[in-house]
């Protein structure tokens, strides 16, 4: 039985623990709730998400103790938003992560530092590069509670420790595949997110489905770019792992970040948006991140920068999807 650390309580992550631990794994399940934890163990439903997902408690042990969590496990998984990482990670002494294996299901940066959470974890736990992997894919934890076919790509520089973890993945309706370039799917999972979140934008000022087409077609050029810039690697950008994922995450009535940009778009200021979801949009961090990031590289990215202005520099969402709406071909 394979002995995994999951660490986080949000959707993701409880999606992931019914994944694994139905598929026969041990999930030893941080949480930061104590009630959230006692929950789980009387009732076995997470109450605060996915909560008709039932667990088993002979296989998911939940806790608030991440150092006991992730003290036996053979592989530790990073569901917590990025922006939360870095304080839960610091929990943990340096070298708690040793011998292990670490997946990231994380599709966000650290946002104090500009960088991937894949990064962060190598440097702070004195990690090699291959002992670490991605989880990328079109998915969302909702359709994976009501077990709707889905497809995940697990991305690592080590292709066999990548199809080592599709392994503990595939199911009826989980497909899994390995893929090499951990870099540019990771960066690819940050940037889709600022894209649905300008997608919502538009959405909540009225624009419809023939605007977002060409906004999305745009987005794929402005992703391209921009990895290109940074990894110059072959890759093909019409992967699920890229694309589908872009997708997904720009047109379904789950996306967090969708909802999130068009409450932006109808009126909602920064601060009420997040407070009236339940959930984080890790779009709103990333376009910080990215539009830094991109001070240096000079790619041109008037998505980006136009949800850069609308975030951070307060520019009225109409006034910048207007200057936005003459530079997208
Ligand atoms: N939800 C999905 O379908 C999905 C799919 C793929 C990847 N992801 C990624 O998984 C990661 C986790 O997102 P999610 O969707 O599970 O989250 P979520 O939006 O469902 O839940 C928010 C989570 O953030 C936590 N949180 C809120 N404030 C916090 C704080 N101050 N400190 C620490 N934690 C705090 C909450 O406890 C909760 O666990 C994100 O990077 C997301 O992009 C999500
Ligand atoms: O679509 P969002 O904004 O909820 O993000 C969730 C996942 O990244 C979809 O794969």
Redesign the pocket.
């Known amino acids: 039985m394979e002995k995994i650390a999951m660490l ?8 992931l623990t019914k994944i694994l631990s139905e598929n026969g794994a041990r999930v030893s399940w941080w ?3 104590k009630d ?1 934890v006692q929950h789980l163990r009387t009732t076995r439903h997470n109450p ?2 996915l909560s008709s997902v039932a667990f088993d408690l002979t296989r998911v042990f939940p806790s608030t103790d991440i150092a006991e969590v992730v003290k036996d496990a053979d592989w530790v998984v ?8 870095k ?2 990670l610091d929990k943990l002494e340096r070298d708690a992560l040793k011998g292990k294996r670490v997946i990231s ?4 940066m650290l946002p104090s530092r500009n960088e991937l ?1 894949t990064d962060y974890v190598v440097e702070r736990f004195r990690l090699k590069d291959e002992c670490l992997g991605v ?3 079109p ?6 509670a009501l077990e709707k076919q889905s497809y995940l790509t697990i991305g690592s520089p080590d292709v066999a420790l990548a199809e080592q973890f599709c392994q503990l993945l595939r199911n009826r309706y989980v497909r899994a595949h390995a893929a090499a370039d951990l870099d540019g799917i990771e960066y690819c ?1 940050v940037m889709k ?1 600022i894209i649905a979140l300008t997608c919502g934008i538009a959405h909540g000022l009225g624009y419809g489905d023939n605007f977002q087409a060409v906004l999305v077609s745009n987005a794929v050029q402005e992703i391209r770019r921009f990895l290109h810039a940074l990894s110059p690697e072959p890759r093909d950008l019409s992967a699920s792992a890229y694309l589908g ?1 872009l997708l997904v995450t720009s047109y379904s009535q ?1 996306s ?2 969708r909802t999130f940009g068009s409450m932006v778009g109808r009126g909602y200021s920064v601060k009420s948006a997040q407070l009236e ?6 779009g709103y961090y990333a376009v910080k991140s990215i539009y830094e990031l991109n001070k240096q590289l000079k790619v041109s990215m008037p998505i980006t920068s136009a949800a850069y202005h609308v975030l951070y520099e307060k520019i009225a969402p109409a006034v910048e999807l207007e200057i936005l709406k003459e530079k997208l071909r």
Not at 8 to 15: E, I, P
Not at 139 to 144: D, F, L, Q, R, T
Not at 277 to 282: K, L, Q, T
């Open positions: 986080g309580g949000g959707s993701w992550a409880t999606a949480l930061r709730s959230d605060r998400y990073l569901a917590v938003p990025a922006a939360f990482v304080e839960a299901a994380i599709k966000g959470v989880v990328a894919g998915c969302h934890a909702e359709e994976v999972a997110n994922d789950f967090r970040n979801m339940n959930m984080i949009a890790e």
